[in-house]
């Protein structure tokens, strides 16, 4: 399973976008990779330690709407068979 994470703050770094992520997926988390840090379309594609598609709904539900440096996140699980989609873009 695959987790787009996305709405995350500019003034995040890299590091603190993985740290966080790291943290609150635990061992569910088996690589965390960040793109386009420190701009408005910045988000995070994670590899899930999770075969059953379920799994993956139900740990983009608890992330969705947690709070990075005050901001509320936005999350989706996709299937490993699918190619995850990055968010749209903000202008």
Known sequence: ???????????CSEQDVR???MHELGHY???VTVHEPGTS??????????DVPYVG???AQ???????????L????T???ERPSPPPRRE
Do not use: R
Request: glycine fraction near 4%.
């Open 1 to 11: 399973m695959n987790l787009i994470v996305w709405n995350i703050p500019e003034t």
């Open 19 to 21: 740290d966080f992520l």
């Open 29 to 31: 988390a088996k690589q």
């Open 41 to 50: 379309n910045a988000y995070a594609h994670v590899e899930l330690n999770a």
């Open 57 to 59: 709904d139900v740990i």
């Open 62 to 72: 608890q992330v969705h709407g947690k709070l990075l440096c005050g901001v509320a």
């Open 74 to 77: 936005q999350a989706s699980a």
């Open 79 to 81: 299937p490993f068979n």
